[in-house]
Protein backbone atom coordinates (compact mmCIF):
# COMPACT_ATOMS: atom_id res chain seq x y z
CA UNK A 1 0.00 0.00 0.00
CA UNK A 2 2.24 2.39 0.61
CA UNK A 3 5.68 3.24 -1.52
CA UNK A 4 9.32 2.34 -0.68
CA UNK A 5 12.97 3.35 -1.79
CA UNK A 6 16.54 2.87 -0.38
CA UNK A 7 19.65 3.67 -2.36
CA UNK A 8 23.28 3.40 -1.65
CA UNK A 9 25.79 4.86 -3.67
CA UNK A 10 28.05 8.10 -5.26
CA UNK A 11 24.60 10.01 -5.85
CA UNK A 12 23.08 12.50 -3.54
CA UNK A 13 20.60 9.91 -1.89
CA UNK A 14 18.27 13.38 -0.91
CA UNK A 15 17.79 13.25 -5.33
CA UNK A 16 17.71 9.44 -5.60
CA UNK A 17 14.95 9.08 -3.12
CA UNK A 18 12.66 11.92 -3.44
CA UNK A 19 12.18 11.28 -7.15
CA UNK A 20 11.67 7.64 -6.47
CA UNK A 21 9.05 8.39 -4.07
CA UNK A 22 7.76 10.97 -6.79
CA UNK A 23 7.17 7.92 -9.08
CA UNK A 24 5.72 5.43 -5.96
CA UNK A 25 2.94 8.35 -4.79
CA UNK A 26 0.49 6.38 -6.55
CA UNK A 27 0.84 3.83 -3.77
CA UNK A 28 0.17 6.16 -0.88
CA UNK A 29 -0.11 9.78 -0.26
CA UNK A 30 -0.92 10.48 2.95
CA UNK A 31 2.20 11.30 4.31
CA UNK A 32 5.92 11.12 2.88
CA UNK A 33 9.53 10.95 4.59
CA UNK A 34 13.13 10.67 4.51
CA UNK A 35 16.09 9.32 6.08
CA UNK A 36 20.00 10.03 5.52
CA UNK A 37 23.05 9.19 7.00
CA UNK A 38 26.21 11.38 7.50
CA UNK A 39 29.35 12.05 9.11
CA UNK A 40 27.72 9.52 11.80
CA UNK A 41 24.37 11.55 12.26
CA UNK A 42 20.95 9.89 11.07
CA UNK A 43 18.75 13.13 9.64
CA UNK A 44 14.92 12.55 9.17
CA UNK A 45 12.51 14.23 7.67
CA UNK A 46 8.43 13.90 6.92
CA UNK A 47 5.23 15.37 6.30
CA UNK A 48 1.90 14.81 6.40
CA UNK A 49 0.09 14.86 2.98
CA UNK A 50 1.40 14.62 -0.19
CA UNK A 51 5.61 15.13 -1.37
CA UNK A 52 5.12 18.41 -2.06
CA UNK A 53 4.73 18.69 1.65
CA UNK A 54 8.34 17.09 2.27
CA UNK A 55 9.86 19.25 -0.63
CA UNK A 56 8.49 22.52 1.03
CA UNK A 57 10.24 20.89 4.29
CA UNK A 58 13.70 20.31 2.91
CA UNK A 59 13.78 23.33 1.79
CA UNK A 60 13.01 25.20 4.66
CA UNK A 61 14.86 22.60 6.85
CA UNK A 62 17.97 21.22 4.58
CA UNK A 63 18.85 17.69 5.60
CA UNK A 64 22.65 16.65 5.02
CA UNK A 65 24.13 15.50 1.50
CA UNK A 66 24.26 11.91 2.19
CA UNK A 67 25.38 8.83 -0.24
CA UNK A 68 22.78 6.08 1.73
CA UNK A 69 19.17 6.85 2.28
CA UNK A 70 15.78 5.40 2.78
CA UNK A 71 12.11 7.14 1.91
CA UNK A 72 8.59 6.38 2.13
CA UNK A 73 4.97 7.28 0.92
CA UNK A 74 2.31 6.39 3.16
CA UNK A 75 -1.04 5.04 2.72
CA UNK A 76 -2.43 5.38 6.25
CA UNK A 77 -3.89 2.26 8.13
CA UNK A 78 -3.28 2.51 11.65
CA UNK A 79 -2.63 5.59 12.76
CA UNK A 80 -4.13 8.77 10.79
CA UNK A 81 -1.78 10.69 8.33
CA UNK A 82 0.03 13.10 10.71
CA UNK A 83 3.65 14.01 10.84
CA UNK A 84 4.34 11.85 13.84
CA UNK A 85 2.55 8.94 12.19
CA UNK A 86 4.94 9.29 8.89
CA UNK A 87 8.15 7.10 8.25
CA UNK A 88 10.54 6.77 8.94
CA UNK A 89 10.06 6.05 12.16
CA UNK A 90 13.55 5.83 14.61
CA UNK A 91 14.63 4.03 17.08
CA UNK A 92 14.52 5.03 20.94
CA UNK A 93 17.94 5.66 21.07
CA UNK A 94 18.27 7.61 17.65
CA UNK A 95 20.16 4.69 15.91
CA UNK A 96 17.70 3.02 13.58
CA UNK A 97 15.90 4.69 11.06
CA UNK A 98 13.24 2.51 9.35
CA UNK A 99 9.89 2.33 6.81
CA UNK A 100 7.01 -0.76 6.50
CA UNK A 101 5.05 -1.47 4.06
CA UNK A 102 1.87 -3.55 5.20
CA UNK A 103 0.28 -4.43 8.48
CA UNK A 104 1.97 -6.34 11.20
CA UNK A 105 -0.81 -7.97 13.10
CA UNK A 106 0.51 -8.90 16.74
CA UNK A 107 2.26 -4.90 16.54
CA UNK A 108 -0.54 -4.30 19.92
CA UNK A 109 1.25 -7.47 21.62
CA UNK A 110 4.67 -6.57 20.83
CA UNK A 111 3.96 -2.67 21.78
CA UNK A 112 2.63 -3.58 25.08
CA UNK A 113 6.09 -5.68 25.62
CA UNK A 114 7.91 -2.67 25.02
CA UNK A 115 5.86 -0.42 26.58
CA UNK A 116 6.37 -2.42 29.57
CA UNK A 117 9.80 -2.17 29.63
CA UNK A 118 9.68 1.29 29.60
CA UNK A 119 9.96 2.13 26.23
CA UNK A 120 7.74 5.14 24.99
CA UNK A 121 6.47 5.39 21.31
CA UNK A 122 6.01 8.77 19.62
CA UNK A 123 3.22 7.54 17.08
CA UNK A 124 0.27 5.20 16.56
CA UNK A 125 1.45 3.01 13.90
CA UNK A 126 2.38 -0.72 13.97
CA UNK A 127 5.81 0.57 12.25
CA UNK A 128 7.15 1.92 14.84
CA UNK A 129 6.69 -1.30 16.72
CA UNK A 130 9.31 -2.76 14.41
CA UNK A 131 12.04 0.22 14.16
CA UNK A 132 11.86 -0.02 18.01
CA UNK A 133 12.40 -3.85 17.95
CA UNK A 134 15.24 -3.82 15.87
CA UNK A 135 16.98 -0.49 17.94
CA UNK A 136 16.51 -3.14 20.64
CA UNK A 137 18.47 -6.37 19.11
CA UNK A 138 20.82 -3.59 17.89
CA UNK A 139 22.04 -3.04 21.09
CA UNK A 140 22.79 -6.00 22.14
CA UNK A 141 25.45 -5.37 19.96
CA UNK A 142 24.42 -7.29 16.95
CA UNK A 143 24.69 -6.24 13.04
CA UNK A 144 22.43 -4.55 11.03
CA UNK A 145 21.67 -8.15 9.22
CA UNK A 146 21.16 -10.30 12.42
CA UNK A 147 18.79 -7.53 13.92
CA UNK A 148 16.52 -7.83 10.80
CA UNK A 149 16.56 -11.96 11.03
CA UNK A 150 15.60 -11.35 14.59
CA UNK A 151 12.58 -8.70 13.90
CA UNK A 152 11.25 -10.31 11.04
CA UNK A 153 10.65 -13.41 12.49
CA UNK A 154 8.91 -12.07 15.30
CA UNK A 155 6.55 -9.94 13.16
CA UNK A 156 3.38 -11.65 12.25
CA UNK A 157 1.40 -10.55 8.87
CA UNK A 158 2.23 -9.12 5.94
CA UNK A 159 5.87 -6.74 5.54
CA UNK A 160 8.44 -4.66 4.03
CA UNK A 161 10.93 -3.27 6.18
CA UNK A 162 13.96 -1.18 5.35
CA UNK A 163 16.25 0.11 7.48
CA UNK A 164 19.68 1.72 8.15
CA UNK A 165 21.33 2.00 11.04
CA UNK A 166 23.60 4.80 11.88
CA UNK A 167 26.61 3.73 13.49
CA UNK A 168 26.80 1.37 9.79
CA UNK A 169 26.77 3.45 6.91
CA UNK A 170 27.68 1.07 4.43
CA UNK A 171 24.20 -0.96 4.09
CA UNK A 172 20.74 -0.83 4.02
CA UNK A 173 18.78 -3.43 4.86
CA UNK A 174 15.53 -4.90 4.33
CA UNK A 175 12.75 -7.79 5.07
CA UNK A 176 10.22 -9.02 2.56
CA UNK A 177 7.03 -10.90 3.70
CA UNK A 178 3.69 -10.88 1.68
CA UNK A 179 4.49 -7.31 0.58
CA UNK A 180 6.64 -6.17 -2.58
CA UNK A 181 10.22 -5.16 -2.30
CA UNK A 182 12.45 -5.38 -5.37
CA UNK A 183 16.31 -4.76 -5.83
CA UNK A 184 18.11 -2.47 -8.52
CA UNK A 185 21.30 -3.39 -9.43
CA UNK A 186 23.88 -0.31 -10.99
CA UNK A 187 27.48 -0.04 -10.64
CA UNK A 188 29.04 1.05 -7.42
CA UNK A 189 25.36 1.95 -6.34
CA UNK A 190 21.94 -0.39 -5.49
CA UNK A 191 18.40 0.41 -5.06
CA UNK A 192 15.62 -0.83 -3.05
CA UNK A 193 12.07 -0.04 -4.04
CA UNK A 194 8.50 -1.20 -3.68
CA UNK A 195 8.40 -0.88 -7.60
CA UNK A 196 11.18 -0.64 -10.48
CA UNK A 197 9.63 3.05 -11.26
CA UNK A 198 11.37 3.88 -8.42
CA UNK A 199 15.24 3.48 -9.82
CA UNK A 200 14.38 2.79 -13.42
CA UNK A 201 16.13 6.11 -14.22
CA UNK A 202 19.28 4.35 -13.27
CA UNK A 203 19.03 1.03 -13.95
CA UNK A 204 17.38 -1.21 -15.73
CA UNK A 205 18.53 -4.50 -14.34
CA UNK A 206 16.67 -5.91 -10.81
CA UNK A 207 16.54 -8.37 -8.48
CA UNK A 208 13.21 -9.81 -7.70
CA UNK A 209 12.65 -11.42 -3.81
CA UNK A 210 11.29 -14.23 -2.81
CA UNK A 211 8.65 -14.92 0.12
CA UNK A 212 10.45 -14.42 3.15
CA UNK A 213 13.59 -12.99 2.30
CA UNK A 214 16.22 -10.54 3.62
CA UNK A 215 18.37 -8.57 1.82
CA UNK A 216 21.58 -6.82 2.33
CA UNK A 217 22.74 -3.81 -0.26
CA UNK A 218 26.30 -2.46 -0.29
CA UNK A 219 27.77 -0.25 -2.57
CA UNK A 220 29.59 -3.22 -4.67
CA UNK A 221 27.18 -6.38 -3.61
CA UNK A 222 23.64 -7.56 -3.03
CA UNK A 223 23.08 -10.44 -0.30
CA UNK A 224 19.93 -12.26 0.08
CA UNK A 225 19.25 -14.64 2.55
CA UNK A 226 16.06 -16.37 3.88
CA UNK A 227 14.53 -15.88 6.96
CA UNK A 228 16.51 -19.12 8.57
CA UNK A 229 19.46 -16.76 7.53
CA UNK A 230 20.12 -19.59 4.68
CA UNK A 231 21.82 -18.48 1.25
CA UNK A 232 18.56 -17.69 -1.20
CA UNK A 233 18.34 -18.17 -4.60
CA UNK A 234 17.22 -14.86 -6.43
CA UNK A 235 16.25 -14.28 -10.29
CA UNK A 236 17.70 -11.10 -12.52
CA UNK A 237 15.90 -9.88 -14.81
CA UNK A 238 15.84 -6.68 -17.16
CA UNK A 239 12.81 -4.59 -16.92
CA UNK A 240 11.81 -3.82 -20.66
CA UNK A 241 10.41 -0.07 -20.14
CA UNK A 242 12.63 3.17 -19.24
CA UNK A 243 11.59 6.31 -17.73
CA UNK A 244 9.92 7.72 -20.39
CA UNK A 245 6.83 5.23 -19.86
CA UNK A 246 6.69 6.45 -15.96
CA UNK A 247 6.40 9.98 -17.14
CA UNK A 248 3.49 12.19 -18.21
CA UNK A 249 4.60 12.51 -21.83
CA UNK A 250 2.82 16.09 -22.14
CA UNK A 251 -0.62 15.02 -20.66
CA UNK A 252 -2.29 16.41 -18.19
CA UNK A 253 -2.81 13.07 -16.04
CA UNK A 254 -1.12 10.01 -15.78
CA UNK A 255 -4.64 8.71 -16.32
CA UNK A 256 -5.70 9.94 -19.43
CA UNK A 257 -2.03 9.02 -20.86
CA UNK A 258 -2.98 5.38 -19.83
CA UNK A 259 -6.08 5.54 -21.69
CA UNK A 260 -4.45 6.58 -25.31
CA UNK A 261 -1.71 3.93 -24.28
CA UNK A 262 -4.53 1.23 -24.76
CA UNK A 263 -4.61 0.46 -28.00
CA UNK A 264 -0.55 -0.22 -27.68
CA UNK A 265 -0.93 -1.80 -24.69
CA UNK A 266 -3.30 -4.53 -26.22
CA UNK A 267 -1.06 -5.02 -29.00
CA UNK A 268 2.03 -5.62 -27.20
CA UNK A 269 -0.34 -7.96 -24.98
CA UNK A 270 -0.92 -9.67 -28.22
CA UNK A 271 2.63 -9.93 -29.48
CA UNK A 272 4.32 -13.42 -29.73
CA UNK A 273 1.13 -15.49 -28.96
CA UNK A 274 1.20 -17.22 -32.19
CA UNK A 275 3.71 -20.31 -32.26
CA UNK A 276 5.35 -20.90 -35.79
CA UNK A 277 3.00 -23.34 -36.06
CA UNK A 278 0.45 -21.18 -36.14
CA UNK A 279 -1.42 -22.42 -32.38
CA UNK A 280 -1.27 -20.08 -29.54
CA UNK A 281 1.17 -20.28 -26.98
CA UNK A 282 1.06 -18.45 -23.44
CA UNK A 283 4.10 -17.16 -21.22
CA UNK A 284 5.12 -19.27 -18.54
CA UNK A 285 2.59 -22.51 -18.68
CA UNK A 286 3.55 -25.12 -16.32
CA UNK A 287 0.50 -27.16 -15.94
CA UNK A 288 0.22 -29.88 -18.54
CA UNK A 289 -1.62 -30.50 -21.59
CA UNK A 290 -3.37 -33.72 -19.56
CA UNK A 291 -4.06 -31.51 -16.31
CA UNK A 292 -5.93 -28.72 -18.61
CA UNK A 293 -7.86 -31.45 -19.64
CA UNK A 294 -9.01 -32.75 -16.18
CA UNK A 295 -10.26 -29.31 -15.57
CA UNK A 296 -14.28 -29.77 -14.35
CA UNK A 297 -14.81 -26.07 -13.25
CA UNK A 298 -12.61 -22.05 -13.36
CA UNK A 299 -13.06 -19.92 -10.19
CA UNK A 300 -11.68 -16.63 -11.29
CA UNK A 301 -10.67 -14.49 -8.12
CA UNK A 302 -10.00 -10.78 -8.21
CA UNK A 303 -10.73 -7.75 -6.70
CA UNK A 304 -12.01 -4.41 -8.03
CA UNK A 305 -11.49 -3.62 -11.46
CA UNK A 306 -9.64 -6.91 -11.77
CA UNK A 307 -13.28 -8.34 -10.53
CA UNK A 308 -14.97 -6.94 -13.90
CA UNK A 309 -12.33 -8.54 -16.08
CA UNK A 310 -13.01 -11.83 -15.03
CA UNK A 311 -16.97 -11.18 -15.19
CA UNK A 312 -16.21 -10.32 -18.77
CA UNK A 313 -13.87 -13.33 -18.92
CA UNK A 314 -16.62 -15.77 -17.56
CA UNK A 315 -18.65 -14.87 -20.77
CA UNK A 316 -15.59 -15.81 -23.04
CA UNK A 317 -14.06 -19.40 -21.43
CA UNK A 318 -17.45 -20.70 -21.33
CA UNK A 319 -18.40 -20.16 -24.24
CA UNK A 320 -14.88 -21.22 -25.97
CA UNK A 321 -14.78 -23.86 -23.33
CA UNK A 322 -17.62 -24.86 -22.23
CA UNK A 323 -16.39 -25.62 -18.89
CA UNK A 324 -18.38 -23.96 -15.56
CA UNK A 325 -16.41 -20.91 -14.89
CA UNK A 326 -17.50 -18.78 -11.87
CA UNK A 327 -16.08 -15.67 -10.63
CA UNK A 328 -15.12 -14.66 -6.96
CA UNK A 329 -14.46 -11.56 -5.09
CA UNK A 330 -11.19 -12.56 -3.62
CA UNK A 331 -11.54 -10.81 -0.07
CA UNK A 332 -14.52 -13.53 0.47
CA UNK A 333 -13.24 -15.96 -2.01
CA UNK A 334 -11.23 -18.38 0.81
CA UNK A 335 -13.47 -17.16 3.90
CA UNK A 336 -16.84 -19.19 2.41
CA UNK A 337 -14.96 -22.32 1.79
CA UNK A 338 -15.30 -22.54 -1.33
CA UNK A 339 -15.44 -25.77 -3.46
CA UNK A 340 -12.25 -26.27 -4.99
CA UNK A 341 -10.08 -29.58 -5.57
CA UNK A 342 -7.46 -30.99 -7.89
CA UNK A 343 -9.74 -30.68 -10.84
CA UNK A 344 -10.74 -26.98 -10.37
CA UNK A 345 -8.17 -24.02 -12.50
CA UNK A 346 -8.27 -21.07 -10.33
CA UNK A 347 -7.41 -17.73 -12.41
CA UNK A 348 -6.33 -14.79 -10.20
CA UNK A 349 -6.30 -11.22 -12.15
CA UNK A 350 -4.15 -8.39 -10.40
CA UNK A 351 -2.23 -5.76 -12.55
CA UNK A 352 0.18 -5.22 -9.57
CA UNK A 353 0.77 -9.26 -8.84
CA UNK A 354 0.60 -7.75 -4.89
CA UNK A 355 -2.93 -7.81 -3.96
CA UNK A 356 -3.41 -9.40 -0.43
CA UNK A 357 -7.16 -10.80 -0.64
CA UNK A 358 -5.84 -12.26 -4.45
CA UNK A 359 -2.18 -13.18 -2.74
CA UNK A 360 -3.92 -15.50 0.27
CA UNK A 361 -6.54 -16.37 -2.05
CA UNK A 362 -4.02 -17.81 -4.04
CA UNK A 363 -2.32 -19.45 -1.11
CA UNK A 364 -5.74 -21.08 -0.57
CA UNK A 365 -6.05 -22.84 -4.02
CA UNK A 366 -3.06 -24.46 -3.66
CA UNK A 367 -3.33 -25.49 -0.14
CA UNK A 368 -6.41 -27.65 -1.86
CA UNK A 369 -4.52 -28.89 -4.68
CA UNK A 370 -5.73 -26.91 -7.37
CA UNK A 371 -3.61 -25.46 -10.02
CA UNK A 372 -3.44 -21.57 -10.36
CA UNK A 373 -2.32 -19.06 -13.46
CA UNK A 374 -2.30 -15.73 -12.59
CA UNK A 375 -2.86 -13.12 -14.69
CA UNK A 376 -0.60 -10.15 -14.04
CA UNK A 377 0.88 -6.61 -15.18
CA UNK A 378 4.30 -6.56 -12.96
CA UNK A 379 7.01 -9.06 -13.57
CA UNK A 380 8.23 -11.12 -10.89
CA UNK A 381 5.76 -10.19 -8.79
CA UNK A 382 4.16 -11.94 -5.58
CA UNK A 383 0.94 -14.18 -7.30
CA UNK A 384 2.71 -15.29 -10.51
CA UNK A 385 5.95 -16.43 -8.52
CA UNK A 386 3.42 -18.50 -5.92
CA UNK A 387 0.98 -19.70 -9.04
CA UNK A 388 1.78 -22.88 -11.34
CA UNK A 389 1.44 -19.98 -14.56
CA UNK A 390 1.58 -16.39 -15.44
CA UNK A 391 0.33 -14.62 -18.52
CA UNK A 392 1.88 -11.26 -18.26
CA UNK A 393 -0.42 -8.67 -19.85
CA UNK A 394 2.46 -6.02 -20.87
CA UNK A 395 0.70 -3.26 -20.54
CA UNK A 396 3.88 -0.88 -18.92
CA UNK A 397 3.60 1.21 -16.24
CA UNK A 398 0.12 2.12 -14.40
CA UNK A 399 0.64 5.23 -12.71
CA UNK A 400 -3.03 6.20 -12.47
CA UNK A 401 -4.70 5.06 -9.24
CA UNK A 402 -7.82 4.58 -11.16
CA UNK A 403 -7.13 1.55 -13.78
CA UNK A 404 -7.40 2.16 -17.50
CA UNK A 405 -5.29 0.23 -19.66
CA UNK A 406 -4.98 -2.21 -16.74
CA UNK A 407 -8.47 -2.91 -17.23
CA UNK A 408 -8.29 -3.67 -21.02
CA UNK A 409 -5.19 -5.59 -21.33
CA UNK A 410 -6.23 -8.08 -18.35
CA UNK A 411 -9.57 -8.43 -20.58
CA UNK A 412 -7.07 -9.38 -23.63
CA UNK A 413 -5.02 -11.49 -21.32
CA UNK A 414 -8.42 -13.54 -20.41
CA UNK A 415 -9.09 -14.16 -24.11
CA UNK A 416 -5.90 -15.65 -24.54
CA UNK A 417 -6.24 -17.95 -21.73
CA UNK A 418 -9.59 -19.33 -22.96
CA UNK A 419 -8.70 -19.61 -26.27
CA UNK A 420 -5.77 -21.36 -25.22
CA UNK A 421 -7.51 -23.89 -23.23
CA UNK A 422 -9.97 -24.42 -26.26
CA UNK A 423 -7.05 -25.01 -28.15
CA UNK A 424 -6.09 -27.66 -25.34
CA UNK A 425 -9.26 -29.53 -24.80
CA UNK A 426 -10.45 -29.54 -28.56
CA UNK A 427 -13.39 -27.47 -28.27
CA UNK A 428 -12.55 -25.62 -30.83
CA UNK A 429 -11.36 -26.08 -34.35
CA UNK A 430 -7.97 -24.39 -34.92
CA UNK A 431 -8.87 -22.26 -37.78
CA UNK A 432 -12.18 -20.91 -35.21
CA UNK A 433 -9.18 -20.26 -32.66
CA UNK A 434 -7.25 -18.28 -35.53
CA UNK A 435 -10.31 -15.97 -36.34
CA UNK A 436 -10.88 -14.99 -32.40
CA UNK A 437 -7.06 -14.27 -32.80
CA UNK A 438 -7.19 -12.15 -36.17
CA UNK A 439 -10.19 -10.33 -35.01
CA UNK A 440 -7.87 -10.03 -31.11
CA UNK A 441 -5.50 -8.36 -33.68
CA UNK A 442 -7.50 -5.77 -34.80
CA UNK A 443 -8.59 -4.44 -31.77
CA UNK A 444 -5.62 -1.62 -31.57
CA UNK A 445 -6.89 -0.06 -34.02
CA UNK A 446 -10.26 -0.11 -33.76
CA UNK A 447 -9.71 1.02 -30.05
CA UNK A 448 -7.40 4.13 -31.82
CA UNK A 449 -10.73 4.73 -33.53
CA UNK A 450 -12.66 5.29 -30.63
CA UNK A 451 -10.29 7.65 -29.28
CA UNK A 452 -10.24 9.59 -32.22
CA UNK A 453 -13.79 10.07 -32.56
CA UNK A 454 -14.11 10.88 -28.43
CA UNK A 455 -14.38 14.59 -28.25
CA UNK A 456 -18.89 14.01 -27.93
CA UNK A 457 -17.77 12.00 -24.88
CA UNK A 458 -15.41 15.13 -23.38
CA UNK A 459 -18.55 17.62 -23.91
CA UNK A 460 -20.71 15.57 -22.28
CA UNK A 461 -18.46 15.44 -19.20
CA UNK A 462 -18.44 18.75 -19.19
CA UNK A 463 -22.25 18.99 -19.26
CA UNK A 464 -22.72 16.62 -16.57
CA UNK A 465 -20.06 17.85 -14.28
CA UNK A 466 -22.82 19.11 -11.41
CA UNK A 467 -25.33 16.22 -11.88
CA UNK A 468 -24.95 14.04 -8.69
CA UNK A 469 -25.50 10.76 -9.90
CA UNK A 470 -24.77 8.86 -12.91
CA UNK A 471 -26.21 5.43 -13.91
CA UNK A 472 -24.83 2.48 -16.50
CA UNK A 473 -26.62 -0.12 -17.87
CA UNK A 474 -26.13 -3.17 -20.52
CA UNK A 475 -26.63 -7.20 -20.52
CA UNK A 476 -23.98 -9.83 -21.08
CA UNK A 477 -20.88 -8.09 -21.59
CA UNK A 478 -21.96 -4.95 -21.49
CA UNK A 479 -23.16 -5.45 -17.38
CA UNK A 480 -19.47 -5.84 -16.56
CA UNK A 481 -18.54 -2.75 -18.71
CA UNK A 482 -21.30 -1.04 -17.30
CA UNK A 483 -20.22 -1.56 -13.77
CA UNK A 484 -16.35 -0.60 -14.81
CA UNK A 485 -17.65 2.49 -15.97
CA UNK A 486 -19.53 3.31 -13.13
CA UNK A 487 -16.91 2.17 -10.79
CA UNK A 488 -14.12 4.94 -12.81
CA UNK A 489 -16.58 7.69 -11.69
CA UNK A 490 -16.91 6.49 -8.40
CA UNK A 491 -13.21 6.25 -7.78
CA UNK A 492 -12.15 9.43 -9.52
CA UNK A 493 -15.06 12.16 -9.44
CA UNK A 494 -16.69 10.73 -5.87
CA UNK A 495 -20.50 10.86 -7.67
CA UNK A 496 -22.74 8.11 -7.17
CA UNK A 497 -22.56 6.16 -9.61
CA UNK A 498 -24.37 2.62 -10.06
CA UNK A 499 -24.23 -0.15 -12.93
CA UNK A 500 -27.16 -2.57 -12.93
CA UNK A 501 -27.41 -5.60 -15.20
CA UNK A 502 -30.30 -3.94 -17.84
CA UNK A 503 -33.08 -7.03 -17.43
CA UNK A 504 -33.17 -6.71 -13.63
CA UNK A 505 -34.38 -2.69 -13.81
CA UNK A 506 -37.84 -3.67 -13.01
CA UNK A 507 -36.40 -5.42 -10.04
CA UNK A 508 -35.70 -2.76 -8.24
CA UNK A 509 -32.96 -0.10 -10.09
CA UNK A 510 -35.76 1.79 -12.26
CA UNK A 511 -36.88 3.40 -8.81
CA UNK A 512 -34.17 5.60 -9.09
CA UNK A 513 -35.01 6.39 -12.92
CA UNK A 514 -36.05 10.05 -12.67
CA UNK A 515 -36.28 13.54 -14.85
CA UNK A 516 -32.93 14.14 -16.20
CA UNK A 517 -30.93 11.35 -14.97
CA UNK A 518 -27.90 10.34 -17.37
CA UNK A 519 -28.10 7.02 -17.89
CA UNK A 520 -25.54 5.19 -19.93
CA UNK A 521 -26.48 2.34 -21.50
CA UNK A 522 -24.18 -0.70 -23.39
CA UNK A 523 -26.25 -1.77 -26.70
CA UNK A 524 -25.22 -5.17 -27.74
CA UNK A 525 -24.15 -5.69 -31.51
CA UNK A 526 -27.19 -5.07 -33.87
CA UNK A 527 -28.21 -8.00 -36.12
CA UNK A 528 -25.71 -10.94 -33.75
CA UNK A 529 -26.99 -10.96 -30.57
CA UNK A 530 -30.69 -11.69 -29.10
CA UNK A 531 -29.95 -9.08 -26.94
CA UNK A 532 -29.87 -6.15 -28.77
CA UNK A 533 -34.12 -5.67 -29.26
CA UNK A 534 -34.27 -6.26 -25.22
CA UNK A 535 -31.70 -3.67 -24.60
CA UNK A 536 -33.82 -1.18 -26.92
CA UNK A 537 -36.59 -2.05 -25.11
CA UNK A 538 -34.56 -0.96 -21.74
CA UNK A 539 -33.94 2.32 -23.45
CA UNK A 540 -37.22 2.87 -23.88
CA UNK A 541 -38.45 1.89 -19.68
CA UNK A 542 -36.25 4.53 -19.02
CA UNK A 543 -36.30 7.12 -21.60
CA UNK A 544 -41.02 7.05 -20.87
CA UNK A 545 -39.38 8.10 -16.95
CA UNK A 546 -37.82 11.12 -17.97
CA UNK A 547 -33.82 9.69 -17.58
CA UNK A 548 -31.37 11.24 -20.04
CA UNK A 549 -29.91 8.37 -22.13
CA UNK A 550 -26.26 7.75 -23.47
CA UNK A 551 -26.35 5.04 -25.96
CA UNK A 552 -23.18 3.37 -26.77
CA UNK A 553 -24.01 1.49 -30.15
CA UNK A 554 -22.18 0.54 -33.01
CA UNK A 555 -21.96 2.23 -36.44
CA UNK A 556 -24.75 1.29 -38.05
CA UNK A 557 -26.98 0.23 -35.52
CA UNK A 558 -29.68 2.91 -36.56
CA UNK A 559 -32.72 1.34 -33.76
CA UNK A 560 -31.55 3.07 -30.85
CA UNK A 561 -31.72 6.58 -32.31
CA UNK A 562 -35.46 7.48 -31.80
CA UNK A 563 -34.48 6.49 -28.21
CA UNK A 564 -31.22 8.22 -27.52
CA UNK A 565 -30.47 12.20 -26.17
CA UNK A 566 -26.72 11.22 -27.24
CA UNK A 567 -25.46 8.05 -29.33
CA UNK A 568 -21.46 7.14 -29.35
CA UNK A 569 -20.62 5.31 -31.97
CA UNK A 570 -18.75 1.84 -31.68
CA UNK A 571 -16.51 -0.17 -34.36
CA UNK A 572 -18.06 -3.48 -35.38
CA UNK A 573 -16.57 -6.11 -33.41
CA UNK A 574 -18.10 -9.56 -32.04
CA UNK A 575 -19.96 -9.60 -29.21
CA UNK A 576 -17.28 -11.23 -26.82
CA UNK A 577 -14.99 -8.29 -27.79
CA UNK A 578 -17.10 -5.55 -27.29
CA UNK A 579 -16.18 -4.85 -24.23
CA UNK A 580 -12.33 -3.16 -25.40
CA UNK A 581 -13.97 -0.67 -27.41
CA UNK A 582 -16.97 0.03 -25.15
CA UNK A 583 -14.98 0.45 -21.95
CA UNK A 584 -13.12 3.60 -23.18
CA UNK A 585 -15.29 6.34 -23.45
CA UNK A 586 -16.77 5.38 -20.09
CA UNK A 587 -13.25 5.78 -19.13
CA UNK A 588 -12.85 9.28 -21.00
CA UNK A 589 -16.04 10.52 -19.65
CA UNK A 590 -14.84 9.98 -15.68
CA UNK A 591 -11.24 10.82 -16.62
CA UNK A 592 -12.69 14.50 -18.00
CA UNK A 593 -15.78 14.75 -15.39
CA UNK A 594 -13.34 14.83 -12.76
CA UNK A 595 -11.15 17.12 -14.25
CA UNK A 596 -13.75 19.56 -14.68
CA UNK A 597 -14.88 19.16 -11.00
CA UNK A 598 -11.22 20.33 -10.02
CA UNK A 599 -9.87 16.40 -8.58
CA UNK A 600 -7.01 15.58 -8.75
CA UNK A 601 -7.86 12.22 -11.30
CA UNK A 602 -4.33 10.28 -10.68
CA UNK A 603 -4.28 10.38 -6.92
CA UNK A 604 -8.05 9.80 -5.73
CA UNK A 605 -8.96 10.61 -2.07
CA UNK A 606 -8.91 7.77 0.28
CA UNK A 607 -7.62 5.26 -2.56
CA UNK A 608 -3.84 3.34 -3.03
CA UNK A 609 -3.31 1.77 -6.55
CA UNK A 610 -2.16 -1.28 -4.72
CA UNK A 611 -4.12 -2.66 -1.85
CA UNK A 612 -1.53 -5.21 -0.09
CA UNK A 613 -3.41 -5.42 3.19
CA UNK A 614 -6.23 -7.60 3.31
Known amino acids: ?200 EFTREAIELGQDQIVEITRDAVVVTTFDGAEAEVRPYHVDWDLAAAEKGGYDWFMRKEIYEQPQAIADTLLGRIAPDGSLQLDEIHITDNELRRVTKIVIVACGTAFYAGMVAKYAIEHWTRIACEVEIASEFRYRDPIIDPNTLVVTISQSGETADTLMAVRHAREQHAKVIAICNTNGATIPRESDAVIYTHAGPEIGVASTKGFLTQVVACYLLGLYLAQVRGTKFGEEIREVMHELQTMPEKVQRVLDDIQPMLDLAQEFSERPSVLFIGRHVGFPVALEGALKLKEISYLHAEGFPAGELKHGAIALVEPGLPIFVVVPPKGRDQLHDKVISNIQEVRARGAYTIVLAEDDDLEVEPYSDVVFRLPKVPTLLQPLVATVPLQMFACELATQKGYDVDQPRNLAKSVTVE
Not at 83 to 96: L, M, W
Open 1 to 200: MCGIVGYLGPRSAQSVVIEGLRRLEYRGYDSAGIAVLSDGELATRKKAGKIANLDAELLSNPIPEAGIGIGHTRWATHGGPTDQNAHPHVSADGRVALVHNGIIENFAQLRQKLEARGMEFTSETDSEVAAQLLGVELAKGVGLVEGMHTVANTLNGAFTLVAVDRDDPDRVVAARRNSPLVVGVGEGENFLASDVAAFI
